[in-house]
């Protein structure tokens, strides 16, 4: 029996727009549908709808990274209301669950008020306002390298065009110059700003044992882990990165797999993917994973992507626990030189 001191809503997430679904005390157990700019304002306006004199108001909304994160530090803290966030694969299994199979808005916010009503609470705790910063710098640093591997690419095409202008070909090398020195700045902002966080810097220390990840890659992963639940298990962790794999149930590929969910955060998944690459090509254990995964069949994406999970598992490991990269623990490496 649920406590009639609580209403229940559900946020549904976007760019743009905050759905939001309230069920309210009493007998009629009415969802009532607004929405809501996802600003500032908007916020201010939906703690007002969500807060009722007298009762608690139980929040739950999907984690969908930066879109999510603003919204949820406005309503933490606010007396009368206690947020959760749920993996949005979390609750697509619950719609299913729920023979819910129509997709709008309206269904959306009724299974997410659903969930929060059936499922455990688990309060939101939200991440210091440091890790928050550095998060903002990680990913504006990654913007800016995709910008500036745009700008390599085109300067590559002008300098094969005979036609083309020397006058581009300058502004593009000015472009570049002026990028590279941004994310230079960040950088050594970043890691200025963890290393003034003992936590942080515990952190960043044992992310650079692992042979694939150097600095970039390091304020890359912290600045996405850093603002995670420390409490989440590993199969929570991997939907969470949108590395779970996903499964057909219909048709003639019931039971066939689709490849992964890239469901919830895509900055760490992301995050893991050079990180992967460079572990392949210089940890021996790693690459020892990664050639029984070729040795059984697998195509090279799937080998690569079990490589970043497996990355992933390992490093939420090591911060929980407070060790250094250990390879055999990765992957064991049988001896066979006295065979």
């Not at 995670?228 to 929570?236: C, E, F, N, S, T």
């Not at 050639?291 to 598992?313: E, F, P």
């Amino acid at each position: 029996m649920h406590n009639t001191d609580y209403d229940y809503a559900g946020i549904e997430v976007s760019m743009k727009e905050l759905v939001v679904g309230i069920e309210r005390q009493g007998a009629s157990r009415q969802v009532v549908t607004k929405r809501f700019k996802n600003t500032a304002s908007g916020h201010r306006k939906l703690v007002q709808f969500l807060l009722c004199r007298g009762r608690i108001t139980r929040v739950v909304a999907e984690y969908t990274g930066v879109y999510s994160i603003d919204v949820a530090l406005a309503l933490c803290g606010i007396e009368g209301i206690e947020l959760m966030q749920a993996n949005p694969r979390s609750v697509r299994d619950f719609a299913r669950a729920m023979l819910r199979r129509s997709k709008s808005d309206k269904v959306d916010t009724l299974v997410l008020v659903e969930y929060v009503r059936t499922m455990p609470f688990r309060p939101f705790v939200p991440p210091s306002p440091t890790a928050c910063e550095l998060r903002s710098m990680s990913r504006e640093i990654k913007s800016l390298i995709k910008q500036a591997t745009r700008v390599k690419n085109r300067l590559h095409a002008t300098s094969h065009d005979s036609t083309a202008s020397k006058m581009v070909a300058k502004v593009h090398k000015k472009m570049i110059l002026q990028i590279e020195k941004s994310i230079g700045e960040l950088e050594k902002a970043a890691l200025k700003l963890i290393q003034g966080e003992p936590e942080l810097q515990r952190k960043y220390d044992l992310l650079v044992t692992v042979k694939g990840i150097a600095a970039r890659s390091a304020i890359q992963i912290l600045g996405e882990i850093a603002c995670i639940p420390a409490d989440l298990d590993p199969h929570q962790l991997t939907a969470l990165a949108g590395l779970d794999p996903v499964h057909s149930t219909s048709g003639q590929s019931v039971n066939r797999k689709k490849g992964i969910s890239k469901q919830g955060n895509k900055n760490l998944r992301e995050a893991f993917y050079m990180p992967a690459m460079a572990a392949i090509r210089t940890q021996p254990n790693v690459r020892a994973f990664y050639m029984k995964l070729l040795a059984r069949g697998k195509l090279k994406i799937v080998a690569i992507v079990a490589v970043m999970r497996k990355l992933l598992h390992s490093v939420w490991g090591m911060l929980t626990n407070d060790q250094p990269f250990d390879g055999a623990r990765f992957y064991f490496i049988p001896d066979t030189s006295a065979a």
